[in-house]
């Protein structure tokens, strides 16, 4: 008797896998944004933010009394009357041809020194990072060397080679010195963010026939461009702010603010009705750059957060 053997049933075609959803990307600085979002974060901001004004305002205020109220009163007393307010020490500070020209050496010293220490390390930045050179790793440990050699460390033998040179007192001599000082830590910085650029996007941009020169200028830099301007802040506050090399590299006719207030001080002592428009003037300008570059500069800051 034969057996029967039973065809198993065909089998059923199994349903398809549900689609996966990729993981919504995280956003540059999310955490960082969500703690700064807290009340309590905020508050304490809040808090920092008004001590951190107060002097300011206390130094608008004075600069904007006479010599004869700062003297009798406190600048907060100000407030009550502020019909006592006037610009006439700003006038007067117009006519002080020290203070003016000193203002004027400021800008010519913060500006040139910024843009140079922005370009050239732009471009030995992304050379250490990108192109490749006998002894490239060697040279840019010496940079990152350079970075402990502190400011004095050099101002005698650089001003003695000045002297020699003809640069000692003035401004070219200031600018040079604060160049030299500047790059070590702008190519460090610029060099490990330009690094972090993928290689993909260059090696595609070589392959469309993009020289290093077109790549550097229509891709590197664009990208870069939240670093740079954070270099450019920090550069123009520390120059601007300087007194130290000033006072030792400039003389009477290339001397920045910084050093035109002290002397002030030295030889008026009282003279708050020229200091305080002359300090709240050398503030001012430091505020209104950062504030220009502020939405650039706040990119650089989320983009090396908490990504």
């Given at each position: 008797?034969?057996?029967?053997?039973?065809?198993?049933?065909?089998?059923?075609?199994?349903?398809?896998?549900p689609?996966?959803r990729?993981?919504?990307?995280?956003?540059?600085?999310?955490?960082?944004?969500r703690l700064?979002?807290?009340?309590?974060?905020?508050?304490?901001?809040?808090?920092v933010?008004?001590?951190?004004?107060t002097?300011?305002?206390?130094?608008?205020?004075s600069s904007?009394?006479?010599?004869?109220?700062?003297?009798?009163s406190?600048?907060?007393?100000?407030l009550a009357?502020?019909?006592?307010?006037?610009?006439?020490?700003?006038?007067a500070?117009?006519?002080?041809?020290?203070?003016?020209?000193?203002?004027?050496?400021?800008?010519?010293?913060?500006?040139?020194?910024?843009?140079?220490?922005?370009?050239?390390?732009?471009?030995?930045?992304?050379?250490?990072?990108?192109l490749?050179?006998?002894?490239?790793?060697?040279?840019?440990?010496?940079?990152?060397?350079?970075?402990?050699?502190?400011v004095?460390?050099?101002?005698?033998?650089?001003?003695?080679?000045?002297?020699q040179?003809?640069?000692?007192?003035?401004?070219?001599?200031?600018?040079?010195?604060?160049?030299?000082?500047?790059?070590?830590?702008?190519?460090?910085?610029?060099?490990?963010?330009?690094?972090?650029?993928?290689?993909?996007?260059?090696?595609?941009?070589?392959?469309?026939?993009?020289?290093?020169?077109?790549?550097?200028?229509?891709?590197?830099?664009?990208?870069?461009?939240?670093?740079?301007?954070?270099?450019?802040i920090?550069?123009?506050?520390?120059?601007?702010?300087?007194?130290?090399?000033?006072?030792?590299?400039?003389?009477?006719?290339?001397?920045?603010?910084?050093?035109?207030?002290?002397?002030?001080?030295?030889?008026?002592?009282?003279?708050?009705?020229?200091?305080?428009?002359?300090?709240?003037?050398?503030?001012?300008?430091?505020?209104?750059?950062?504030?220009?570059?502020?939405?650039?500069?706040?990119?650089g800051?989320?983009?090396?957060?908490?990504?």
């Amino acid at each position: 008797m034969s057996a029967t053997v039973t065809a198993p049933p065909p089998s059923q075609p199994s349903a398809p896998p549900p689609p996966v959803r990729p993981a919504p990307a995280r956003r540059p600085g999310g955490r960082l944004r969500r703690l700064l979002g807290h009340g309590v974060v905020q508050a304490f901001l809040a808090v920092v933010g008004l001590v951190w004004i107060t002097p300011v305002a206390g130094l608008l205020l004075s600069s904007l009394r006479s010599a004869n109220d700062n003297a009798a009163s406190g600048w907060w007393t100000a407030l009550a009357e502020p019909g006592r307010l006037s610009f006439d020490n700003y006038t007067a500070l117009l006519g002080n041809a020290g203070i003016t020209r000193a203002f004027w050496n400021t800008v010519l010293i913060s500006v040139p020194t910024t843009v140079l220490v922005v370009v050239l390390a732009a471009l030995a930045g992304y050379a250490f990072a990108w192109l490749e050179f006998p002894g490239r790793d060697w040279i840019f440990l010496a940079v990152v060397a350079l970075l402990v050699v502190p400011v004095q460390v050099g101002l005698l033998p650089v001003a003695k080679l000045f002297g020699q040179l003809g640069l000692f007192g003035t401004i070219p001599g200031v600018v040079l010195f604060h160049v030299a000082y500047g790059l070590p830590f702008a190519i460090f910085l610029l060099r490990n963010y330009f690094a972090d650029i993928p290689r993909e996007m260059l090696e595609a941009a070589r392959m469309d026939g993009g020289g290093e020169w077109r790549i550097f200028t229509r891709l590197v830099l664009p990208v870069g461009r939240p670093a740079l301007a954070s270099l450019a802040i920090f550069q123009f506050l520390w120059v601007w702010n300087d007194m130290l090399v000033a006072l030792l590299f400039a003389d009477s006719s290339s001397q920045p603010l910084t050093v035109e207030l002290q002397s002030q001080v030295r030889q008026f002592g009282s003279n708050i009705d020229v200091l305080a428009p002359g300090a709240f003037l050398s503030l001012i300008v430091p505020v209104v750059v950062f504030f220009a570059f502020q939405r650039h500069f706040v990119q650089g800051v989320m983009a090396g957060s908490v990504k």
